[in-house]
């Protein structure tokens, strides 16, 4: 059980820079929905661009994960509340996505729907996956792990979602389409130097063993 355990996190450690970098890639979904929309006026279906965007966010929450076990090991009460939020993003993310999908399915093949899911549920994201990132870039710039620089860009994640929150007492759900470009545009491209980042770093420490050990200076 506990090497099954291990092997899970280790596969979690190796592949969370992929994970940042597939994230990074779905996630442009986001940007290029808003720009059709603001500049086109080419709409798309809901369902399809969230079949897409957050299967990106899941992706996100995963490379997160990946981060757990070294982060744990150094600071592991603050990775321990990044792990609690990051779990409850993605029970989130699972159920929108759930409730999307099949809200699509039963449109195109009954003409039926089953709405929206609750307000609640949706608030719930934005506020879970900013702890999650808050917590995780905060220990990783206080122990640099996985370096300083990863914990710099996982900070730079959370700012978005905190202009939401912000954006969202203002304007409620009813979002300027250019507001919701200039808050969700730079995401995808911060999740692609994520991943970028974590994979040069892990080359980096292949090349020279000494580099793995580092100090929260």
Known sequence: ??????????????RSADAFLVAGVLLLASPAHIGLELFLDVPLPSWLVASVILPGLLAALVGLGG?????????????????????????????????????????????????????????????????????FGTASLRVAVPSRRIGALLSAFALP??????????????????????????????MLATGYTLRMESLSTVRDPSAADTTAG
């Open 67 to 135: 981060l757990y076990p070294r982060l744990a090991a150094r600071a592991p009460r603050t990775a321990a509340v990044g792990g609690a939020f990051t779990t409850l993003a993605c029970v989130t993310l699972v159920v929108l996505l759930g409730w999307l999908l099949g809200d699509g399915v039963l449109t195109a093949t009954a003409e039926a729907t089953i709405g929206s899911p609750p307000g609640f549920v949706f608030l719930s994201l934005p506020v879970t996956m900013t702890l999650a990132f808050v917590a």
């Open 161 to 190: 979602w905190v202009v939401t929150l912000v954006a969202t007492t203002v304007y409620g759900s009813a979002f300027p389409r250019w507001l919701t470009l200039a808050i969700y545009g730079p995401i995808p491209f911060v």
């Open 1 to 14: 059980m506990v090497t099954a355990h291990t092997t899970v996190w280790s596969a979690l450690d190796h």
